[in-house]
Every structure is written in C-alpha cells, then in structure tokens.
C-alpha cells in the first residue's frame, strides 16, 4: 500500500520547488522521525537539510489555534480576542457581502500563496473569479514564477515546463541561469552534481553575479552585470545565426517569427559588444557561446534571478529562443526548464491560481473559454477581466479602491516589494483577513480577523512540483486547536455569502471537480486542446486519492481505469501510461499549444533595470534565499539546527566597497533605498563584486527588529508579468 503502514506516511516536503518526497513517522519517544522516500521520483530517498528537520518544525510554540477578532477595527490598533468559528466567519462573510454590496465585486480580493494545496487554491480561485465575479485573487508566486508563466504563454502558447528532472542526468551541458541551485533547490542540485561525477564530461555553467555555492561543480561562472540576461542570451541567439547552427527543419517547421527575434537580437552588436554590456570577459563568453552552440543536449534551467526582473518575461523568451532555434526541446536531456520556487506554485497555476488566468490552464481574456468554465461551475457571475496582480493589488488597497482582503499563508508585510506600503495599505483598509498558521506574523499584527489554518502534516492534498509531478501531501498529525483545511474555512465562507458550489466535504471531492474540468474543458468542441490534462484522474474514489503515487501530468483519459488500482499495481500503471504516451518531455511531437501548433519566438530587446544606481544610491542590492530557512521562517525559524547555519540578516559586500562605505565586517549597517531601510551585519562572503550587495530575505520585524528586506526593495514589476524586480534597487550603506 502506498501508505506504508500505520506509523510511516509517505508525503511530500513543504518547502522547495523541487517537491522531495518525505517518510514521515513517529518515533517511539512521541517525536516526528523524518526520512527521504526512495521511491518518490522527484528525489529518490535525498532530503535537504531543511527537508530533514522537518520534525523540528511541527511543534506548537507560536501556533494560531483559535479564531480571533480584532474589536477596534480600521486601524489594526484593538487589542485581539478569541473568537467562535462562527463569529469569525459571519463577520468575514458580512464584510465581503457589505463591500461587495456597497462597492461592487472587484473591492474585495484574495491574496494567496504557493504554500497552498492545489485544492485550497482550487477552491479559492472558484469563490472568487466564479462566485464574487472579480479575478482580485493574485498569489505570492507572482513574486516568484509570473515570468515564467508569461513566458510560457508567449513561446507555447500555455504555461507548460517541457522537461523533467531526468533531463538533468541525460544532459551533456547544463546551464543555470539566475540559480543558486546549491542552496535553493538542494537535492536538484545533489542530483546535478552525481551526474557530472559520473560522467565528467557533462559541462555545468552557472550565469549569475554572484559566485555562489552553486558554481563549486561549474566549469565556467559567468558573473554577468545584474539585468544583463536579455544581452547576453540574445547575444548567443545571434551568435548560433552566425555559426550556421540553428536547426532549420525545426524552426520551418514548428516555429514561426524567427526573423524578428534575430533582428532584436542583432541590436546587441557583436560578442565584443555583449561581453561589454554583460561586463563579462569575452574569452568567457565565447567558450559558452561555442560550448553552446556544439552540444546537442542542453538543459537550460533558470529560477529568481531571471524572473525577479522588470524584464523577466522578455528573459525567459530570449532562452527559450535559443532552445527553440536549435530544436533543443521536447527531446531527452534538453529543453528550457523554469524551477519553481515553492512547493506548488504549479499546482496553483493548474488551477487558475493568478489574477490573469482560469483553470486548467485556460484564458480569463478569451470569452468563449470564460463562458464554458462559468457553464462547467454552474457559477453566478463570472469575472470578464483580468484582476488586480500582487504589486497593483497593495498599491489598489492603499487607494482605497480595494476595502476587503483575505490573505492566506503567507505574510506580505515581509515578503512584498516596498513593503512599507504593504503596511500602509492594510493599515488603511476596512477588512483585513488572515488565515495562517502561525500567530505573530506581521501581516497578523495589523489583520482584523485571524483564522487558525492546518499545516504541513495536518492537511492533506497534492501539489505539483517544477517536472509537472502532482504529489500528495498527506495529514498524520491531529489538527491542533480550531485549525481547519483553508479549503474547509473557504466553503464556509462561500456558503454563509450563500454560493452554491461548495458543498465539498473532503479534498479528493475537490480533486476530482478539478480533474473533470480539465477532462471536459479538452474534450469540449471549440477549445483549444491543452496539455495540461489530468482526465485520467477524474473519477478517482477516495481510496485512489488516498493511495495517489507521484504522477506527472498530462494523466490522459485513457489512464483512468488503470489508475483506479491500488499500491503497485498502480505504480506499474504510472510507469505504463509514461512510457506510453511520452508524457514525461511534451512537446516531443514538435506540437505547441498555439491553435496552429507552432512554437512563437518573441522578439526581446535588451533593457536596462527600471531604477538605474545614482550618486545617492550607488549599489545594486540583490535579495534571496539563503540554505537553511524559508521564506518569512515561520516553520524553520523553529529548528535550532537550521538557525546554526545563517543566525541573523547579514548584508554581503565587497571589502572595497565596505572601505568606500565605512562599514566593517561583523558590524552592523544600515541599507538605505529610495523605498525604505534596514540593519544587518556586514559580511565578506567573497562571492561578490565591486557595487553589489547582497541580503536574505528571510528576516522580519518578528525576528529580528529592523530587518525587512522587503522595506528596502523597489516595486518595478515586469510590464508583461507583474513580477517585481527584487535582484535590482539602488541602496547605500550608513554604518549604524
Ligand atoms: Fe527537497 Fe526542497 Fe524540501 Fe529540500 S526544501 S527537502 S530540496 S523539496
């Protein structure tokens, strides 16, 4: 059976990307004995260290466990008070409705999170765009992967990663791109690193400023001038044109706009020009370009460092115009390959989960495919147009025009660009709702209405991972307190605002409406056939949901009956139906989802970061993960293990630079931007050059006084994507 017995859950981590399967048992003495699934695809046994110290994260120090009001509300000033499930819920209901009533559906919105399971999301993404009629739903992940996403869209014609880990090991050359894979996608990088040891001649190149962990297996780092990903990658599109290697029969065949890429791309100037405006040496650059252009099977992974930018769309576009003008996708060892950052940013785009899409993967702004989901839902009203993304929505509620927002699992106090303006907007709106695990977030303290949420290992679902593998996250510890699934406290919502809909008793019944619409939505005359498809898990009883292995999607209609079994009748099943349709690299029958079946090349032109270094602020502050904690450390930050590795905000710099500034390693400073500041101890880590500076972003007012990165990060967003720029703003340093 796929659980192992009484005492062994088999789940799947809460953290990266990358989706590591988890053994999770109770050991005799009443402690949480964690241990990598060896039969789990995605990581075959390994865990990271975060992943290990899982147990250490689940105890109930800090914990919401009770429903609690706020009774002086409008400024966030009363004092909290323990509250009733329905107390708490009536007043959330009441105040949506009122707004709603009052104001019209889009002034009231939904601000959600990777953190989600696929069926919270599924289930918050229907009451909103179906139910309230507004797509004011956007998600942390557009932090993270929006770029990807437009990407995706724009070169595919859907929000699809072609590849699969596999690809990683059957690779001769691969390039990470933006990527401290060392850190951030551990056990990703772990698998990297045994295959360059077992096959040596495997070239790894990491392009990023900083030289990172990750460049400790590299056989060439490209510390390339924040921004500079378009030049560069533009510059190796020219350059392949020049040496005769595209693949012609490729691009005739299932591409079209060629031409006009490689006119934009022609703007860059030759590789003395490139390497000039990357700020790279162009010996350097020329080894990668001709590593390139001679290597069939590369994999090209790109994660923050590309998509953090107010030109992270036109980033993506411009590598997978490179993979697309070599006919480097679709096949074993080579494509583009988007990683995630969080534990189900797919899932949650599989469900429509940003403020421009709709489930399974179709279009908010194609009325014909709005007026078959709202047809599928049976739903009232639908939204008829885009909502509000992350950055527009704060700046919308500061404005007044959004006056009710429900956030869930996660803590945009912390985690948003200008984060100064995060607190002022929710300092200034009506009704401010959070349901979380945790009690003393930031966003919590200035929240009207808290609700006690599950965690990992209390709640049960499935996630996706960055290979499209859905996994599922099983619950094996009883809920503590009140806490209730967030898809159980939307219901509750939705039914007290009188929306049909959300009778749902149990997540496999959600499943299931989201497998089925995905199943009618391709079989649907008129509609464009998708690859995502998860047909064949329609249908499923909550046995097979129970005993769901790793799957990657498309699941096709056909893999319905043979799914319905159980254990290793069904692994044999999965590895069937893989083999059988190819599933595991799409794209491999030269098909995209455009209604013509070609692949788009996007014609991307260099530019600048949108807020350029000047007199005032003349360093580059860069931001991101370091190994041990995650995200705003509500979960790590309980592990004193992982606390050893990074103990407090650190600011990395170069020791010129901190003579220039009159700062000193080991002594505290303080970052200052146009936007915000804030204080943390200078440090030499070596991996930076002259004008950039480094810091974490895991830190909180909670944490540690002062030490919001997100104050201090400038909120240009992607004009494409809405993704913010957090790898580029303009600081200086003050000793402190
Ligand atoms: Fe795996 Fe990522 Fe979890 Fe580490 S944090 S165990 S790499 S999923």
Not at 54 to 72: F, N, S
Not at 536 to 552: H, S
Request: aromatic fraction near 6%; proline fraction near 5%; glycine fraction near 10%.
């Amino acid at each position: 059976s796929f659980i192992q017995s009484a005492a062994t859950v088999r789940t799947t981590c809460p953290y990266c990307g990358v989706g590591c399967g988890v053994n999770a048992s109770m050991g005799k003495d009443g402690t949480l004995a964690i241990a990598g699934d060896a039969d789990h695809p995605a990581s075959r046994g390994r865990l990271c260290v975060k992943g290990s110290a899982l147990g250490e994260t689940v105890g109930m120090q800090g914990r919401l466990l009770a429903p609690m009001l706020r009774d002086a509300d409008g400024d966030g000033g009363g004092a909290l008070r323990e509250a009733t499930w329905d107390e708490a819920l009536d007043k959330v209901a009441a105040g949506f409705q009122r707004i709603i009533a009052e104001h019209g559906p889009d002034a009231v919105a939904l601000y959600v999170s990777g953190q989600l399971l696929t069926e919270d999301y599924y289930v918050a993404n229907k009451f909103m765009k179906g139910y309230v009629g507004s797509a004011n739903i956007d998600t942390n992940s557009r932090l993270c992967m929006s770029s990807a996403v437009a990407g995706h869209k724009r070169a595919f014609g859907e929000d699809v990663v072609p590849g699969c880990y596999e690809d990683f090991e059957l690779a001769d050359m691969i390039v990470l791109v933006g990527s401290n894979a060392a850190w951030c996608h551990p056990t990703l990088y772990q698998r990297i690193a045994r295959a360059k040891e077992a096959r040596p001649h495997l070239k790894i190149v990491v392009i990023d400023p900083r030289r990172t962990a990750t460049c400790d297996i590299a056989d060439l780092h490209l510390p390339l001038k924040p921004g500079a990903d378009v030049a560069l990658f533009n510059g190796l599109l020219a350059y392949l044109a020049q040496q005769n290697r595209l693949d012609a029969a490729f691009v005739a065949g299932h591409t079209t706009g060629l031409d006009d890429a490689l006119a934009a791309a022609g703007q860059g100037g030759n590789l003395l020009e490139v390497a000039r405006a990357c700020r790279i040496d162009p010996q350097l650059l020329r080894q990668f370009y001709e590593w390139f252009a001679a290597t069939d099977k590369v994999v090209t992974a790109f994660t923050m460092g590309v998509n953090q930018s107010s030109s992270g769309a036109d980033k993506v576009n411009a590598i997978i115009n490179c993979h697309l003008a070599t006919g480097r996708i679709g096949k074993p060892g080579m494509g583009p390959f988007s990683l995630t950052g969080q534990p189900n940013a797919m899932g949650g785009r599989e469900v429509g989960g940003l403020a421009n899409m709709l489930a399974a993967h179709m279009d908010l702004d194609n009325p014909d495919q709005r007026a078959a989901l709202q047809g599928f839902w049976q739903a009232p009203r639908m939204a008829e147009r885009p909502g509000l993304k992350a950055v527009d929505l704060f700046q919308a509620i500061e404005a007044g025009k959004v006056k009710a927002v429900w956030i869930m699992a996660t803590n945009p106090l912390v985690s948003m660009p200008d984060a100064d303006q995060a607190r002022r907007a929710l300092a200034k709106c009506e009704l401010v709702v959070a349901s979380d695990i945790a009690l003393g977030t930031d966003t919590n303290a200035v929240s009207h209405v808290l609700l006690p949420a599950l965690g990992w290992g209390e709640k049960d679902g499935t996630v996706t991972n960055s290979e499209r593998c859905i996994s599922r996250q099983r619950g094996f510890l009883s809920a503590p307190g009140a806490a209730r699934p967030d898809w159980h406290i939307i219901c509750d919502v939705a039914r007290r605002m009188g929306y049909a809909g959300f009778d749902f008793t149990a997540p496999h019944e959600i499943f299931d409406e989201h497998a089925r619409l995905s199943a009618w939505q391709n079989g649907t005359p008129g509609q464009r056939r998708r690859l995502f498809d998860i047909g064949g898990l329609a249908g499923m009883t909550r046995a097979a949901y129970d005993a769901l292995a790793p799957l990657q999607w498309p699941v096709l209609a056909g893999a319905a009956a043979s799914l319905a079994a159980q254990g290793e009748e069904q692994e044999a099943a999965r590895e069937a139906a893989q083999e059988a349709d190819a599933s595991t690299r799409l794209f491999g029958d030269g098909m995209f989802s455009f209604p013509d079946g070609r692949a788009r090349f996007v014609a991307t032109v260099a530019r600048a970061p949108a807020n350029l270094p000047d007199g005032d602020y003349p360093l580059v502050l860069n931001t991101g993960r370091v190994r041990d904690q995650w995200h705003t450390m509500t979960r790590t930050g309980k592990s004193p293990r992982l606390a050893e590795h990074v103990p407090e905000p650190f600011v990395d710099m170069h020791p010129q630079d901190a003579l220039l500034w009159g700062v000193k390693a080991g002594e505290l400073a303080r970052v200052v931007s146009g936007w915000g500041s804030v204080v943390a101890r200078v440090q030499h880590g070596g991996g930076i050059a002259r004008g950039s500076v480094f810091m974490p972003i895991h830190w909180s007012a909670q944490t540690a006084s002062d030490a919001r990165v997100g104050a201090v990060v400038n909120p240009a967003v992607d004009p494409v994507s809405g993704e913010p720029e957090f790898k580029h703003t303009p600081v200086r340093l003050e000793p402190f």
